[in-house]
């Protein structure tokens, strides 16, 4: 099997547990990052109409939170579309939301019609796409002319100190063990900082932002650099 066959299938197998894990692992915090991150993007639409991709939508939490922020803000969404190649996900974002539309594919290949959106959106989900280059080239392919990508990922640290060092510890001793516990599949939970291990630093992922069509417009980290959220719009 090959490598981004097995991460498929490790997300089939976490999640019926994986809400419930996300919640306990982050302490609700990233609940905040996705609400900011969204408000920083929907502030240039409203009063306006628009179309959202959410890529690697895994359980649809992502798409909830535009819906929401796109209701306090005054924007008409036309249309919410989650893709993910993970069956199990989409099985139980189906269930949550009912009247979003889902699609399985994968992130390079969404089968989805050029210039279609105006934002995509990935959420900790880009790190875990093998063939991310691609995938970022299929962002700007679907994407209307001025459109945004969104990405909230963990993205790999250069600096030591005090807080980086909490950071790695959590990672990579007890958050395995606490999602280990909760999903019954502590491999799944031990792949989470190996992942993080081998994505890019923030500047390595801009510079591949910028490759693939993109103006890079907001960097930032939330919550001492836990997370990052990148904002690039389509120049190219």
């Known amino acids: 099997m090959e490598k981004q066959e097995k991460i498929i299938e490790m997300f089939n197998q976490i999640a019926p547990t994986y809400d419930k894990a996300n919640r306990v692992l982050s302490f609700g915090v990233d609940i905040s990052w996705r609400k900011n991150a969204c408000s920083l993007v929907l502030e240039n639409y409203k009063n306006s109409s628009i179309d959202i ?9 992502m798409m909830g939170i535009w819906q929401s922020m796109a209701s306090e803000l005054g924007v008409k969404i036309n249309s919410i579309t989650g893709v993910d190649p993970s069956t199990g996900m989409l099985e139980v974002a189906k269930e949550k939301f009912k009247d979003f539309t889902f699609i399985t594919a994968m992130a390079d290949n969404t089968g989805l019609e050029d210039q279609s959106a ?7 989900g880009i790190r875990n796409v ?13 994407l209307k002319p001025g459109g945004y990508v969104v990405v909230l990922e963990f993205t790999k640290r250069n600096n030591s100190g005090f807080i980086p060092k909490i950071r790695d510890f959590y990672l990579s001793k007890i958050l395995p063990k606490i999602g280990g516990f909760i999903s019954k599949n502590e491999e799944a939970y031990t792949y989470l900082p190996s992942s993080i291990e081998n994505f890019l630093d923030k500047k390595s992922f801009c510079d591949e932002l910028r490759e693939a069509g993109f103006e ?11 997370s990052t959220l990148f904002i690039a719009k389509k120049v190219k």
């Open 130 to 142: 093998i063939a991310r280059n691609e995938a970022l080239k299929e962002f700007n392919r679907v």
């Open 216 to 226: 890079v417009q907001i960097c930032k980290g939330y919550s001492f650099d836990v």
């Open 53 to 61: 991709v959410d890529v690697a939508c895994g359980t649809g939490d």
């Open 118 to 124: 105006d934002i995509i959106s990935i959420s900790y």
